[in-house]
């Protein structure tokens, strides 16, 4: 098993419930297993381990009404959930990536509070739940990931494969976690230790300040599992490297040099002719008596006390988790950073869509079941339990006229329902002259790539052309890759570049898959630069006005939308035209067509 996944299986069993827990990012094979095992043997005997399949409802999770108790008594009985049963204990939380953000905010409560509250069908309660949590992501492709908000609340991230091969590690044993356990509320840490791990976490562009506190607590878990009284450098730099690796966002700045004004030809000329300084020789001679007497002052005072921290811990501390992070990490972030805040739910399953009669149950909510919606018996049943002694008594009629169940209208529940529309993206690629040069091969290049992976997530791709004087939607919403190909290779190149018409006719394509229920994302591939205005007249300036002028509609609009700047270098054109029309602008100089297809995939929220 590696190094850095027994590590953090025994830093995790000292301290579950500081640290939050780990993201699991693996799939089922004999590595997971392995360290799953490891994990188990090193908790102490008593923890409780439970295991959170992904269908679980929210009575069974959290907590609720016993309904068949509650008939019998004639009052409310709660019933335990999970998460209270595993107080003080850990949670395995099965298939992560597939959590709905609604129950990723339910763990999320817990997590931060340590408490379910129940306050639902006549219950109003609060149970302990301080638990941590091993969250499996089993995502096959960089889409499939778990909820941001769950991941940020768990410590750690590892990542394992079924190829991974078993390195030899720290060999750490229950005894020594149990040890580590008790000794944990003793550690201290020295101020200037926090201060290093806060810049460092400033550095690497980590905003959340989760990070920060737990890379503080996995330090200190770390000098209780070695045995020591104090957090030191090499504990700092565990948490350095096993908790703000992971999270980086960027390279930190370049440091300083502090010598380097020792080459330039001033500091040569000045080092040979020193400005004079004088001073009495006797002052000099008090001045060496006092440093002397400092000096064993100091010695002295350093014998007596702990080891201290080095000066240049922060450095020490960016240094190692510098090193760990893995290699391309920032390629990734830069297209992954792309995807937009204001559409969550684009992506491979399109947004989702509320339907009365068909679709996913979500839930139920009170209601009457009018106009073929669905009443929800379980629910109705568990909203009259809690009245049902008052209601018995308020029947007048004979005993053997009474109902067994009382049901009022404010009672009733029905279903509902939640479908996931389809994604279309729409490619709006500049086929002019000037862009058939530069771009044209890797545009056809990334919607190939792009129309594989739809075929597999079921969605559609759509392709404009512009050049001449006209937009010419040369391929259709489709899914069929062998159609998309022939579509591509008779794709001309050269002529005008009517940009605004390319604009208008994207706008109204999307516009249309919009009404019939499907989420529209449009990726224009140009420079910027039209000189073929709406009225099919050349100019450059009043062709840059009525795109300018699209643009801006297409704002309006709302769509998602992405612009590459497909000219050599980056355009201030293609910047102020994506500015306008409120796309994310991606310059990609060197980029070929698998870089398209990422970008694409970021902006379509699959990075």
């Given at each position: 098993?590696?190094?850095?996944?027994?590590?953090?299986?025994?830093?995790?069993?000292?301290?579950?419930?500081?640290?939050?827990?780990?993201?699991?990012?693996?799939?089922?094979?004999d590595?997971?297993?392995?360290?799953?095992?490891?994990l188990?043997?090193?908790?102490?005997?008593?923890?409780?381990?439970?295991?959170?399949?992904?269908?679980?409802?929210?009575?069974?999770?959290?907590?609720?009404?016993?309904?068949?108790?509650?008939?019998?008594?004639?009052?409310?009985?709660?019933l335990?959930?999970?998460?209270s049963?595993?107080?003080?204990?850990?949670?395995?939380?099965?298939?992560?990536?597939?959590?709905?953000?609604?129950?990723?905010?339910?763990?999320?409560?817990?997590?931060?509070?340590?408490?379910?509250?129940?306050?639902r069908?006549?219950?109003?309660?609060?149970?302990?739940?301080?638990?941590?949590?091993?969250?499996?992501?089993?995502?096959?492709?960089?889409?499939?990931?778990?909820p941001?908000?769950?991941?940020?609340?768990l410590?750690?991230?590892?990542?394992?494969?079924?190829?991974?091969?078993?390195?030899?590690?720290?060999?750490?044993?229950?005894?020594?976690?149990?040890?580590?356990?008790?000794?944990?509320?003793?550690?201290?840490?020295?101020?200037?230790?926090?201060?290093a791990?806060?810049?460092?976490?400033?550095?690497?562009?980590i905003?959340?300040?989760?990070?920060?506190?737990?890379?503080?607590?996995?330090?200190?878990?770390?000098?209780?599992?070695?045995?020591?009284?104090?957090?030191?450098?090499?504990?700092?730099?565990?948490?350095?490297?096993?908790?703000?690796?992971?999270?980086?966002?960027?390279?930190?700045?370049?440091?300083?040099?502090e010598?380097q004004?020792?080459?330039?030809p001033?500091?040569?000329?000045?080092?040979?002719?020193?400005?004079?300084?004088?001073?009495?020789?006797?002052?000099?001679?008090?001045?060496?008596n006092?440093?002397?007497?400092?000096?064993?002052?100091?010695?002295?005072?350093?014998?007596?006390?702990?080891?201290?921290?080095?000066?240049?811990?922060a450095?020490?501390?960016?240094?190692?988790?510098?090193?760990a992070?893995?290699?391309?990490?920032?390629?990734?972030?830069?297209?992954?950073?792309?995807?937009?805040?204001?559409?969550?739910?684009?992506?491979?399953?399109?947004?989702?869509?509320?339907?009365?009669?068909?679709?996913?149950?979500?839930?139920?909510?009170?209601?009457?079941?009018?106009?073929?919606?669905?009443i929800?018996?379980?629910?109705?049943?568990?909203?009259?339990?809690?009245?049902?002694?008052?209601?018995?008594?308020?029947?007048?009629?004979?005993?053997?006229?009474?109902?067994?169940?009382?049901?009022?209208?404010?009672?009733?529940?029905?279903?509902?329902?939640?479908?996931?529309?389809?994604?279309?993206t729409?490619?709006?690629?500049?086929?002019?002259?000037?862009?058939?040069?530069?771009?044209?091969?890797?545009?056809?290049?990334a919607?190939?790539?792009?129309?594989?992976?739809?075929?597999?997530?079921?969605?559609?791709?759509?392709?404009?052309?512009?050049?001449?004087?006209?937009?010419?939607?040369?391929?259709?919403?489709?899914?069929?890759?062998?159609?998309?190909?022939?579509?591509?290779?008779?794709?001309?190149?050269?002529g005008?570049?009517?940009?605004?018409?390319?604009?208008?006719?994207s706008?109204?394509?999307?516009?249309?898959?919009?009404?019939?229920?499907?989420?529209?994302?449009?990726?224009?591939?140009?420079?910027?630069?039209?000189n073929?205005?709406?009225?099919?007249?050349?100019?450059?300036a009043?062709?840059?006005?009525?795109?300018?002028?699209?643009?801006?509609?297409?704002?309006?609009?709302?769509?998602?939308?992405?612009?590459?700047?497909?000219?050599?270098?980056?355009?201030?054109?293609?910047?102020?035209?994506?500015?306008?029309?409120?796309?994310?602008?991606?310059a990609?100089?060197?980029?070929?067509?698998n870089?398209?297809?990422?970008?694409?995939?970021?902006?379509?929220?699959?990075?």
């Amino acid at each position: 098993m590696q190094g850095d996944a027994a590590t953090i299986a025994a830093l995790f069993a000292v301290d579950p419930v500081g640290l939050g827990g780990v993201a699991l990012r693996s799939p089922a094979c004999d590595q997971r297993n392995q360290w799953l095992a490891l994990l188990k043997n090193l908790l102490p005997a008593e923890t409780p381990l439970r295991r959170v399949p992904l269908n679980i409802n929210d009575t069974a999770l959290l907590g609720g009404l016993d309904l068949g108790a509650t008939l019998q008594a004639g009052k409310p009985i709660a019933l335990q959930g999970l998460l209270s049963q595993a107080d003080g204990g850990v949670l395995i939380l099965a298939m992560a990536e597939r959590m709905s953000l609604s129950a990723a905010a339910r763990f999320g409560s817990v997590l931060d509070t340590g408490l379910v509250a129940l306050q639902r069908d006549g219950l109003d309660t609060s149970v302990k739940a301080r638990l941590g949590l091993v969250a499996l992501d089993e995502g096959a492709s960089d889409d499939e990931q778990m909820p941001s908000a769950l991941a940020d609340r768990l410590a750690f991230r590892l990542r394992m494969g079924a190829q991974d091969e078993d390195e030899e590690g720290p060999d750490w044993s229950a005894e020594e976690v149990l040890n580590a356990r008790q000794s944990l509320p003793q550690v201290t840490m020295d101020e200037e230790a926090v201060k290093a791990l806060c810049a460092a976490a400033l550095a690497l562009g980590i905003d959340s300040l989760r990070a920060s506190v737990f890379a503080v607590r996995v330090a200190r878990a770390a000098a209780a599992l070695a045995g020591s009284p104090s957090v030191e450098e090499e504990h700092i730099g565990v948490a350095a490297r096993l908790v703000l690796a992971p999270r980086a966002t960027r390279l930190p700045p370049p440091t300083p040099q502090e010598d380097q004004t020792e080459d330039t030809p001033e500091a040569t000329e000045n080092s040979e002719n020193p400005p004079p300084e004088p001073q009495a020789a006797s002052d000099n001679l008090e001045t060496e008596n006092q440093d002397q007497n400092n000096t064993e002052e100091d010695t002295e005072d350093d014998l007596n006390e702990a080891p201290s921290l080095p000066d240049n811990l922060a450095e020490l501390v960016l240094e190692a988790a510098q090193a760990a992070i893995p290699a391309g990490l920032l390629a990734s972030l830069k297209i992954g950073q792309l995807q937009r805040a204001k559409t969550p739910t684009s992506g491979s399953a399109g947004a989702l869509q509320k339907n009365a009669l068909r679709g996913r149950p979500v839930g139920a909510r009170k209601g009457e079941p009018r106009a073929g919606q669905r009443i929800n018996v379980l629910e109705t049943l568990r909203a009259a339990a809690p009245w049902q002694k008052i209601r018995q008594r308020q029947q007048t009629i004979s005993a053997d006229q009474k109902q067994r169940i009382v049901v009022r209208k404010e009672d009733f529940h029905v279903t509902r329902f939640r479908q996931s529309g389809q994604t279309t993206t729409v490619f709006v690629v500049d086929a002019s002259g000037s862009s058939a040069l530069n771009r044209l091969a890797e545009a056809k290049g990334a919607v190939e790539l792009l129309l594989a992976d739809c075929y597999v997530r079921r969605d559609s791709v759509a392709v404009l052309a512009f050049r001449g004087q006209t937009a010419e939607l040369i391929l259709p919403p489709t899914r069929s890759l062998a159609r998309a190909k022939r579509s591509l290779a008779s794709l001309p190149g050269g002529g005008g570049t009517p940009l605004a018409h390319a604009i208008d006719a994207s706008m109204l394509l999307a516009d249309q898959l919009r009404k019939k229920g499907e989420t529209p994302i449009v990726v224009m591939l140009t420079d910027g630069k039209g000189n073929i205005a709406r009225d099919g007249r050349p100019g450059r300036a009043q062709a840059a006005t009525d795109a300018l002028a699209a643009a801006a509609e297409m704002r309006l609009k709302g769509f998602s939308t992405l612009l590459v700047d497909t000219s050599p270098q980056a355009q201030d054109a293609a910047k102020h035209l994506a500015q306008v029309m409120g796309a994310q602008y991606l310059a990609l100089p060197y980029a070929g067509a698998n870089s398209l297809n990422q970008a694409v995939r970021a902006v379509a929220g699959r990075a």
